[in-house]
């Protein structure tokens, strides 16, 4: 899993690009001129090799991008109970790439659309700082299944976090 919100020029080629380096993987990945959104699942080695083809490729869009990476086990049995958990969890057979209007799809404007080099990036430490301020609120705005993956963690007298619970992305706009 990873989001890169990036100036992304040519989408289209972009795409491409991506689609170059995938070879044995699964999932979706959402190119916009705003960055780039990505759900893969494989084998680690193989994923870890996407990863550093990504930032060797393109550092300006994937060399600060912090991929979540799941091992799976080599073991022939093993990736295939795996491959098929991924499946049945995710519905992802193949892989697709789509240039795509937003990498997070709101289906409407909610708030006039920042450009990329107009948004505040919290690094590592300064996010983790962020949830210890008693007065931050932080909206998990992932969908159910990818909020279900990994909560926010944060200590008892720190940020309040808020999980809408929505059953994809752009049900958002409603909450």
């Avoid at 958990?85 to 006039?112: C, M, N, S």
């Avoid at 300064?126 to 210890?132: G, I, N, Y």
């Avoid at 008892?156 to 808020?162: E, K, R, S, T």
Wanted: with cysteine.
């Amino acid at each position: 899993l990873y989001y890169s919100y990036a100036a992304v020029d040519n989408p289209q080629k972009l795409k491409s690009w991506l689609e170059s380096i995938s070879d044995g993987l699964v999932g979706r990945v959402r190119i916009s001129k705003e960055g780039v959104n990505g759900t893969l699942g494989g084998d680690l080695k193989r994923l870890e090799q996407y990863v550093e083809a990504t930032r060797q490729g393109m550092p300006e869009i994937f060399a600060q991008v912090d991929f979540k990476l799941d091992e799976l086990k080599n073991d022939e049995e093993k990736s295939r109970i795996c491959d098929e958990r991924l499946k049945k969890e995710t519905g992802f057979d193949a892989l697709r790439h789509r240039v795509v209007d937003e990498i997070v799809t709101y289906r409407q404007t909610v708030l006039p659309r920042a450009k990329v080099q107009d948004i505040h990036r919290l690094d590592h430490s300064q996010w983790d700082k962020a949830l210890k301020l008693p007065q931050a609120l932080v909206i998990d705005c992932r969908n159910r299944y990818e909020s279900s993956i990994g909560r926010f963690v944060c200590p008892p007298d720190g940020a309040q976090v808020i999980y809408p619970d929505t059953r994809c992305t752009s049900d958002m706009t409603e909450w």
